[in-house]
């Protein structure tokens, strides 16, 4: 009950500090609402409509942009934010605290979810309004994207564990972030890159679901998203947990 009401603390705080300083919301909305009026209007995703076998390719394509724009604020919550509160001297307390200090990330990983929903709303209803773009939405839709974006918060851990050691991973974040579109399939790539990175949560969460909205429902693809998903969570503690016990030892964490 208390690891609850920590992890209701961490988002409460977060959506707080979003409302308050509403000026990373508005920009986050620009940003990504630009990128896709330009992937919209240069029609970026034709292909998907063969390759699925569904005409609507533009919905095929917001749906692919969506995975990623979740994958980008789970993989932010986990390195940004913790190289945030290292430089503001709040990282020390949750690394003291009685819960392991994933999980308390992982408040931080749903009040960034809830903030992307809203965003989300936004885009979407611009998207119905200028591209005639609807959006379907079924339990295996939000089942994917919801596994999906917990499989990314396991890169986005196994990044912040080597920020804490090299102190500066934005540039790396970024790069990571910006990769990730053009190799998972969330914009159209060859068959042979996207079945080299299908143990990537996005790519994974990508297949199961253009083909949901295509209309059809394979079980394997599901099963190969919760392996995948599952397996960077559990690598990406790992990873960040010896990270930081080195980072203990080397004294890093004294040169913020």
Not at 85 to 106: D, H, W
Not at 190 to 211: F, G
Request: positive net charge.
């Amino acid at each position: 009950m208390k690891l609850i009401r920590a992890m209701l603390s961490e988002i409460y705080m977060d959506l707080a500090s979003t409302v308050r300083y509403r000026f990373g919301f508005i920009s986050d909305t620009a940003i990504f609402t630009v990128f896709l009026a330009f992937l919209m209007l240069s029609n970026t995703g034709a292909s998907l409509a063969e390759k699925y076998g569904y005409a609507d390719y533009k919905g095929l394509l917001l749906y692919g942009y969506i995975a990623w724009m979740l994958s980008v604020a789970a993989i932010s919550t986990a390195s940004s934010e913790i190289q945030n509160e290292l430089q503001r001297g709040t990282f020390y307390m949750k690394m003291n605290a009685r819960y392991p200090i994933v999980v308390l990330y992982m408040g931080k990983l749903i009040a960034s979810i809830l903030v992307q929903i809203a965003i989300t709303v936004l885009i979407a209803a611009l998207a119905h309004a200028v591209w005639e773009v609807r959006l379907q939405f079924d339990p295996v839709i939000l089942l994917a994207l919801l596994i999906g974006t917990f499989g990314m918060f396991g890169i986005g851990l196994l990044i912040a564990g080597v920020a804490l050691l090299h102190k500066r991973a934005g540039a790396l974040t970024m790069i990571v972030q910006m990769l990730l579109l053009f190799i998972t399939d969330t914009l159209p790539t060859s068959d042979v890159l996207s079945r080299i990175t299908r143990v990537l949560p996005l790519t994974s969460a990508n297949e199961v679901i253009r083909t949901s909205l295509a209309g059809g429902f394979d079980a394997r693809s599901l099963i190969v998203l919760v392996a995948c998903s599952a397996l960077w969570l559990l690598l990406g503690t790992v990873a960040f947990n010896l990270f930081l016990k080195r980072a203990k030892r080397n004294g890093n964490l004294l040169m913020y």
